[in-house]
Structure formats: C-alpha cells, structure tokens
C-alpha cells in the first residue's frame, strides 16, 4: 500500500487520495461502532427509543460518558454491555485515530529518511 524506504517519495495526488481513503474507513468503522452501540443499548434497556440509545452510544463512543435517566433502573446486563462498550470503544477510538494518522506518519517518516542526493 505504502511505498517502500528505497522508493521516491509519493506524489501529493497519491498522497491525498491515501488520507481521504483512510479517512472513510475510519469513518466507516466509527459509524459500525455507533450501530452496535445503538443495538445494544436498544435491546438491554427497554425504556429507551432509538433516539436514546444512538445519544448513549455517541457520548460513551466520543468518551463524554453516558447519559441515563436516574429513574431508570438498570439491569445487570445493561451495566455489563454499556461497561463492555465503554472499553470497546475507547480502543476503537484510539484505532481510528491510528488508521487516520497512518498515512501522515509514513510520509513524515519516508522523506526524513530519503537520501540527500
């Protein structure tokens, strides 16, 4: 995918098309994120609509935390998913961040290391 060290430096139309695709794969994989964290809050708390569960998801996904109701009583498989979730998307964000940066950190890397010739 990624030229290798002993290869001239990518053209700047190559360049950008690498961000822009890893840019919507990332994009991709949040949006998959949100959708499971949608379905999952849907299905373990039954008081809540869909509008809900996709405020829960983006804010535990964005790492800003949960918001519940207090009248809402949780069950105990509603606190091991939105637990679990929480875990999962703090890496998954971190993920993305990584899939997003690649292409940066390569050319940054490739042309310090290119020869002075």
């Not at 949006?31 to 708390?45: E, P, R, V």
């Amino acid at each position: 995918m990624y030229e290798h060290k002993k290869q001239p430096l990518a053209p700047a139309k190559v360049y950008y098309r690498r961000l822009w695709k890893n840019f919507l794969f990332a994009l991709m994989v949040m949006m998959a994120c949100l959708l499971f964290g949608m379905i999952g809050y849907k299905l373990t708390i039954p008081e809540f609509d869909w509008y809900d569960s996709l405020l829960n998801a983006s804010m535990i996904l964005s790492g800003m935390g949960p918001i519940i109701d207090a009248k809402i009583v949780l069950s105990k498989g509603a606190k091991v998913f939105a637990s679990g979730y929480a875990l999962f998307s703090g890496v998954m964000f971190i993920t993305t961040i990584g899939i997003i940066l690649a292409p940066i950190a390569h050319r940054f890397f490739h042309k310090l290391h290119l020869d002075d010739k």
